[in-house]
């Protein structure tokens, strides 16, 4: 199989047909049978057609290959969304550190075949832990007709496979995509310490705790001169404080974030904490640098029960984008000097409320009407003991009674 389909060499190399225990010759006959049987010639099923058969055989075998994070399947409509927002061109190189089964790196080909534009000139090039994911995105890619060469199998943070010519420096890339795990605590801390050899600590050492954050200066560092980041991340990610809020303080002063978008709890399936979409751009346009725009898209456009983001949303979004000018409830841009008034927290809610949110926590009141609920409930206890104990003694007990 590896010598006819050479867009899929080495593959197959670690399965061993021979092993009738896992591959009884009766089954393997069966099936090859099956396949035989089914016309896939290009006349039999348009673009179209063949696009979504590969997206339900993907979805099937995600489901069987079990993904450690479930949270890591991204939903279409988001992955449209971020890719809209990116605007790959033709020739571009395309990168994804946490590629999963391929979907964004293949959707970046359908935004540039649905514009009528070359989608086969992209370079795309990818890493995944899981061996069984990594095996799903090359053969997503060769079902669409898109080498796989560029997808690598191995721990992007602890040994990043797409290195320069002398192995010592990360290639780097026109655009970065990707939705890294969010909760990947043994991410590699010891390695990067004190300092990354690849360089990608240049913001921070990550904390030990947060391996997005690590996933996120890798991306950053993985990023050309012109290229342009967008990444699918914990809301957290904009307001934590702690080393992680000196990491985002630093990026934003080096005018490095462009935009983010809140997007809520159930866009993500199974639900998670609530998440946004972080763009970054080592080349903003000169109207932008200095701010950052801000879209809450957290307005109940997703369904819980579908988990993605509603084409309602998708398209408010993207227009809010295209058009870049601030929108009461929806969007707005925020400068530097305004955040750095709020200590490099990016709380996109306040920011751009939509009149919808809770009202803003004081803690200093919250503190005093706390402090007062507990004496009242003291003074209620009070009363309530001494009322028993006047019970207790007997209608007349403790009266002088007359003689």
């Known amino acids: 199989m590896d010598e006819a389909n050479p867009q899929l060499a080495g593959l197959f190399s670690c399965l061993d047909l021979?092993?009738?225990?896992?591959?009884?010759?009766?089954?393997?006959?069966?099936?090859?049978?099956?396949?035989?049987?089914?016309?896939?010639?290009?006349?039999d099923v348009d673009a179209d057609g063949f696009d979504r058969m590969c997206e339900a055989l993907i979805q099937d075998m995600e489901g069987e290959a079990g993904r450690p994070e479930p949270s890591s399947q991204t939903p279409p409509r988001l992955v449209?969304?971020?890719?809209?927002?990116?605007?790959?061109?033709?020739?571009m190189s395309i990168?994804?550190?946490?590629?999963?089964?391929?979907?964004?790196?293949?959707?970046?080909?359908?935004?540039?075949?649905?514009?009528?534009?070359n989608h086969e000139s992209l370079r795309l090039y990818g890493q995944e832990l899981d061996p069984a994911a990594?095996?799903?995105?090359?053969?997503?890619?060769?079902?669409?007709?898109?080498?796989?060469?560029?997808?690598?199998?191995?721990?992007t943070l602890r040994g990043p496979r797409h290195l320069t010519g002398d192995g010592r420096a990360l290639m780097t890339f026109d655009r970065v995509i990707s939705h890294p795990p969010f909760l990947r605590r043994e991410w590699g801390f010891d390695e990067w310490a004190p300092t990354d050899r690849y360089g990608r600590s240049e913001y921070?050492?990550?904390?030990?705790?947060?391996?997005?954050v690590a996933f996120l200066e890798h991306s950053l560092a993985s990023l050309n001169g012109r290229g342009m980041l967008g990444v699918v991340a914990p809301l957290s990610v904009l307001t934590r404080g702690g080393e992680e809020g000196e990491i985002r303080r630093r990026m934003i002063k080096d005018d490095l974030v462009e935009a983010a978008v809140s997007i809520g709890q159930d866009v993500l399936s199974?639900?998670?904490?609530?998440?946004?979409?972080?763009?970054?751009?080592?080349?903003?346009?000169?109207?932008?640098?200095?701010?950052?725009?801000?879209?809450?898209?957290?307005?109940?456009?997703?369904?819980?029960?579908?988990?993605?983001?509603?084409?309602?949303?998708?398209?408010?979004?993207?227009?809010?984008?295209?058009?870049?000018?601030?929108?009461?409830?929806?969007?707005?841009?925020?400068?530097?000097?305004?955040?750095?008034?709020d200590d490099a927290v990016l709380d996109v809610s306040r920011f751009?409320?939509?009149?919808?949110?809770?009202?803003?926590?004081?803690?200093?009141?919250?503190?005093?009407?706390?402090?007062?609920?507990?004496?009242?409930?003291?003074?209620?206890?009070?009363?309530?003991?001494?009322?028993?104990?006047?019970?207790?003694?007997?209608?007349g007990e403790g009266r002088g009674e007359a003689s």
């Not at 010759?25 to 896939?40: G, H, K, N, T, V």
């Not at 921070?204 to 997005?212: A, E, H, K, T, V």
């Not at 199974?270 to 957290?298: E, H, Q, Y």
């Open 204 to 212: 921070g050492l990550p904390p030990r705790c947060s391996g997005y």
């Open 134 to 155: 990594w095996a799903l995105c090359r053969v997503n890619l060769a079902c669409h007709g898109i080498p796989s060469s560029g997808i690598e199998n191995g721990d």
């Open 18 to 43: 021979s092993d009738r225990d896992s591959f009884p010759p009766s089954i393997l006959l069966r099936a090859f049978e099956r396949l035989d049987a089914i016309r896939m010639r290009s006349s």
């Open 352 to 395: 751009v409320p939509t009149g919808t949110e809770k009202p803003r926590t004081d803690l200093a009141d919250e503190w005093q009407t706390l402090l007062k609920l507990i004496a009242d409930r003291n003074e209620a206890e009070r009363a309530m003991v001494e009322h028993i104990r006047r019970l207790e003694r007997g209608p």
């Open 95 to 117: 990168y994804d550190g946490a590629c999963g089964s391929g979907g964004m790196l293949l959707e970046c080909c359908r935004y540039l075949r649905r514009a009528g534009k």
């Open 80 to 91: 449209r969304l971020l890719v809209e927002i990116l605007q790959p061109q033709e020739g």
């Open 270 to 341: 199974p639900p998670s904490d609530a998440a946004c979409v972080l763009i970054m751009n080592r080349a903003k346009a000169r109207k932008r640098r200095g701010s950052i725009f801000l879209v809450n898209g957290d307005q109940g456009g997703a369904g819980a029960s579908e988990h993605d983001l509603s084409e309602e949303s998708v398209n408010r979004i993207g227009t809010a984008f295209r058009s870049w000018q601030d929108r009461e409830g929806l969007c707005r841009t925020v400068s530097q000097e305004e955040i750095d008034r």
